[in-house]
């Protein structure tokens, strides 16, 4: 989101198909891992692939988005409808690609051996997935899209695969996290840009579909695949953490739940929500959360959150916890969420060092990409090497006090985002000394007006 008005005379960016006259001068190959040192992030910022992913996620995130009708004064939202059948090809053959996954969970279970983190097991179901994984597009949809071939006569399977493939978890870590759940929004944009999606109706409905259809069922497939296994958060902040696992259905939930728009023309609302929509206070409303995870992908996560963990929600969730006390709606969240997605996962070295680059999301620079903002996300990247360093190459460095804290305890010693953030909204109850007593005294700086009270996020260069 950018901090003045969009201009709703443009239309909002979308993932451009590759036409049928280029796509044969393509060259598929197994995409590699191109950011190895800190310095690579900024790189990263002004790639096509960049562009690419932000673009997609940002269109899908406005199909979501519900819509005024001229014929009725009810809007019409886009809920989750459990076991709604769809009529769309390509999205019922992701659907049965991601049971027939899921399904191999009945082949690998869990190592009865004590262990907190981490089952052994998932060694056993990872690889499962890599034995059959060409046995089951071999029998799919995906098999005619996969199947082109580029000037050198590699198919797009090589390249494509591995994006799948990489949206697990690691078999290696036993982990899961964002960087995995990027890889999987990835593979969708390259069955996108490779036409897979023709069959239905773009600009919103097959978007929707994408989500609602194919998101949210590969969600519940890792969620299950966690609870299985018992797999370890992938770079977790820990309780400083958005989500020890996911991210994107936050964007996505809170669309859900914004202001409707009108036409085609209007950019996504910078605040307000729909009406009937749940307060955002709701989520920590058990029975609440329990009835609306069903329909919304926001509480649906809020869902497992509570499955998994156990306490006051404040005290295991608490930047969700302070989330929830915004009073602007449902669209403010939405803007902080694409803000605080760009800076927490996009441009952090833990996580997007693994993700690999190709013909489909490329690692060349995009033209029209903007100077990445030498905000305190890209200064908290690892040091180059030495070597590196005498090479002569631009490094970032950490910052003194910097890492996995607390955006809002990071807040008091540096300088205020560039744009609104997600403020520091809520004071969990509680004794008054210690941690709490600091987030207690924050909130009242915030509630004076105090400008560093808020969550350090860095502008989305690419937000609309």
Same mark, same amino acid.
């Given at each position: ?17 590759i ?34 992913i ?27 409808v ?52 060409d ?31 990489? $949206?697990? #978890?690691s ?5 899961? =996290?964002?960087?995995? /759940?990027? *890889?999987? @929004?990835? &593979? ?9 999606f ?37 770079g ?35 605040e ?28 649906? $996560?809020? #869902? ?6 156990? =306490?006051?929600?404040? /005290?295991? *969730?608490? @930047?969700? &916890? ?44 995009d ?15 690892p ?14 460095h ?25 403020p ?10 210690g941690?709490?007593a ?27």
């Amino acid at each position: 989101m950018t901090s003045n008005p969009p201009d709703t005379q443009t239309s909002p960016p979308t993932l451009q198909l590759i036409p049928d006259s280029r796509i044969h001068s393509l060259q598929f190959a197994k995409p590699s891992k191109l950011i190895n040192e800190g310095h690579h992030v900024q790189h990263f910022l002004t790639t096509r692939a960049y562009t690419d992913i932000c673009t997609f996620i940002l269109q899908l995130n406005r199909a979501l988005c519900p819509r005024t009708q001229a014929t009725s004064p009810l809007p019409v939202s886009f809920p989750l409808v459990p076991g709604f059948p769809t009529s769309t090809p390509s999205i019922q053959a992701l659907q049965t690609l991601l049971s027939d996954i899921e399904s191999l969970v009945e082949q690998a279970p869990p190592d009865p051996g004590p262990r907190r983190f981490g089952n052994v097991s998932f060694r056993k179901w990872y690889a499962l997935v890599e034995e059959k994984l060409d046995s089951f597009l071999d029998a799919s949809l995906l098999d005619g899209t996969l199947s082109i071939k580029g000037s050198d006569g590699v198919a797009a399977r090589v390249e494509v695969s591995s994006y799948l493939l990489g $949206a697990f #978890g690691s078999a290696q870590r036993l982990d899961y =996290g964002t960087g995995h /759940e990027l *890889s999987f @929004i990835a &593979f969708l944009g390259c069955l996108w840009k490779l036409g897979f999606f023709r069959d239905g109706t773009q600009g919103g409905d097959v978007e929707r579909e994408i989500v609602r259809n194919v998101i949210e069922p590969y969600l519940k497939v890792v969620r299950k695949l966690i609870l299985t296994y018992t797999l370890e958060p992938a770079g977790s902040h820990g309780v400083w953490g958005l989500d020890d696992h996911s991210f994107i259905p936050y964007i996505f939930g809170s669309a859900q739940l914004t202001r409707p728009i009108s036409t085609d023309m209007e950019h996504m609302p910078l605040e307000g929500s729909v009406k009937g929509a749940p307060k955002p206070s709701d989520v920590t409303k058990a029975n609440l959360v329990e009835d609306l995870r069903q329909t919304n992908m926001y509480f649906s $996560a809020i #869902g497992f959150i509570n499955d998994v963990k156990k =306490g006051p929600f404040w /005290e295991h *969730s608490p @930047i969700l &916890f302070d989330i929830s006390g915004i009073r602007d709606g449902w669209g403010k969240i939405n803007k902080g969420m694409i803000k605080m997605f760009n800076a927490e996962v996009l441009s952090k070295f833990p996580v997007v060092q693994h993700f690999p680059f190709g013909s489909l999301f490329s690692w060349d620079v995009d033209p029209a990409a903007p100077a990445p903002t030498q905000g305190v996300h890209m200064m908290s990247q690892p040091i180059a090497t030495a070597a590196t360093a005498n090479a002569g190459q631009t490094m970032t460095h950490t910052a003194p006090g910097t890492g996995t804290a607390a955006p809002w305890a990071r807040a008091a010693r540096m300088p205020p985002p560039p744009g609104p953030g997600i403020p520091y909204s809520r004071a969990p109850p509680g004794p008054s000394t210690g941690l709490l007593a600091s987030r207690q005294s924050q909130k009242e700086e915030a509630e004076s007006g105090t400008a560093a009270a808020q969550i350090t996020i860095t502008k989305a260069p690419w937000a609309q």
